[in-house]
C-alpha cells in the first residue's frame, strides 16, 4: 500500500529531471528497477502510477518495471546463490550447506530509476 | 534519447530523514520508532512507560493512526505529551509527517522522543523517520513466526519487545522460536520479553531506555 507515497517520490524525481530540458520535451518512458526484497509490489507500482498521472504532464508516459533478482550470501558458508522459489524471501535453504537464516543480501532490495527516455 | 539516471525512488523521504536526524543529535533526543501490529500494545508499554519514567525523564510521542487522536488522549490521561498525526487511510509515517507533527511539540529539555507508527508490520519499515532505533513490538498473541513472515522489520530493529506474556499460559507461542529466529536474522537484536499488564520484564525496557539516552546525550555533549 505505501507504493502510492513510492509512486510520488518518483513523480517528483520525474518532474525534477524533466526541469532539466527545454520546454517542448517530453517524456515517453521511465524504467524503475525494483529488487524481490524491496517490499513494494510491480502491480501496485503501476496501478499507482496510472491513476496518479491521469491529468497531469505525465498522462501517457510508459512506466516499466524491471524485477531484479534475488541474490543472496549465505549467513553459514559464504555462498552465494539465487533461492530456487525466488522471489519470495531471504529464509532459503543454502544450496551448498542448507542454512535457512542470517543470509546476507546482496542484490533484491533495489528500488530506483533507472532510465528516462525522452522525445 | 535514452537518458540513463539513478534515483532512489525514497530518496526525498532518506533526505528529509537525514534533517531530522540532524536535529535530533544536536538536541540529544533519543528517537524510537514502535512498529508492531495493530494491538500489539504499543500505546499500552508507551503508557506503562510515562507512569513509571515521567520523574526521570522529559519525553514525548508522535502518535500515528489513520484515524481518531484515541492514543494522543490515552498518553495524556498517563501524564504525557503527544500529537496525533493522522495519516488519513494511509499506512505509515514518514519524515515529512513527522517533521509536521514536530510544529506541535517543543523540543527543548526533551529528553526521549516516541513515534508509534501506524499497526503494521511491513509499510512503516521502508520509511526512515530519522530514529535512532527501530523498535518491533510483537505480542504472544500474534504467533512466533512473525520474525520469519517480516525479516526486513527484524532485520532492521535494535530491539524486539514481545508483550503480553502474562497470556503464554494460555496461547500456542514459542518465546524460543520466537527469539531464536530473530537473532538469527539480526544477531545485535534485543530481545525484552514483558507484559504491560502484570509489569513482569519492565524493567529490562526501562534500562533498554536509558542506554539508548545515555547514549545520544553522550554524542550530544561530545559534538558540543
Not at chain 2, 24 to 45: H, Q, Y
Not at chain 2, 100 to 116: M, P, Q, T
Amino acid at each position: 500500500m505505501h507504493e502510492i507515497s513510492l509512486v510520488a517520490s518518483l513523480l517528483e524525481i520525474m518532474r525534477d529531471e524533466m526541469g532539466k530540458y527545454s520546454a517542448g520535451t517530453r517524456l515517453s518512458s521511465v524504467i524503475v528497477r525494483c529488487g524481490a526484497l524491496s517490499n513494494a509490489l510491480p502491480e501496485a507500482l503501476s496501478t499507482a502510477f496510472t491513476v496518479m498521472t491521469q491529468d497531469t504532464e505525465f498522462a501517457g508516459v510508459d512506466l516499466e518495471i524491471e524485477e531484479d533478482a534475488l541474490r543472496l550470501a549465505c549467513g553459514a558458508c559464504g555462498e552465494e546463490f539465487t533461492p530456487e522459489d525466488f522471489p519470495v524471501s531471504s529464509l532459503a535453504p543454502c544450496p551448498r550447506c542448507g542454512e535457512e537464516l542470517a543470509h546476507r543480501v546482496l542484490a533484491g532490495r533495489e528500488l530506483y530509476v533507472r532510465r528516462l527516455t525522452i522525445i | 534519447m535514452e537518458k540513463p539516471v539513478v534515483r532512489s525512488l525514497l530518496e526525498a523521504n532518506d533526505a528529509g530523514a537525514a534533517e531530522l536526524r540532524a536535529l535530533f543529535a544536536e538536541r540529544g533526543i533519543a528517537v524510537l520508532n514502535f512498529i508492531g501490529s495493530p494491538g500489539a500494545g504499543k500505546t499500552a508499554l508507551l503508557e506503562k512507560t510515562f507512569r513509571d519514567l515521567g520523574g526521570e525523564f522529559s519525553m514525548a510521542v508522535i502518535e500515528g493512526d489513520p484515524q481518531t487522536d484515541n492514543d494522543a488522549r490515552r498518553i495524556a490521561a498517563a501524564g504525557g505529551r503527544a500529537v496525533q498525526v493522522n495519516t488519513g487511510g494511509g499506512c505509515h509515517l514518514d519524515a515529512a509527517l513527522v517533521r509536521r507533527a514536530l510544529g506541535g511539540l517543543d523540543l527543548k529539555g526533551l529528553d526521549l522522543l516516541f513515534i508509534e507508527n501506524v499497526g503494521n508490520l511491513v509499510c512503516p519499515v521502508e520509511f526512515d523517520c530519522g530514529e535512532d532505533c527501530k523498535v518491533a513490538l510483537l505480542s504472544v498473541t500474534e504467533g512466533d513466526d512473525k520474525p520469519e513472515k517480516y525479516p526486513l522489520l527484524f532485520n532492521l530493529a535494535s530491539v524486539m519487545v514481545l508483550n503480553k506474556i502474562d497470556l503464554l499460559p494460555h496461547v500456542d507461542f514459542s518465546l524460543e522460536r520466537a527469539e531464536r529466529f530473530a537473532r538469527r536474522l539480526n544477531g545485535e537484536l534485543a530481545v525484552l520479553p514483558l507484559s504491560c499488564r502484570n509489569g513482569e520484564g519492565l524493567d529490562g525496557w526501562y534500562d533498554f531506555l536509558r542506554r539508548v539516552r545515555a547514549k545520544k546525550a553522550e554524542r550530544a555533549a561530545v559534538g558540543r
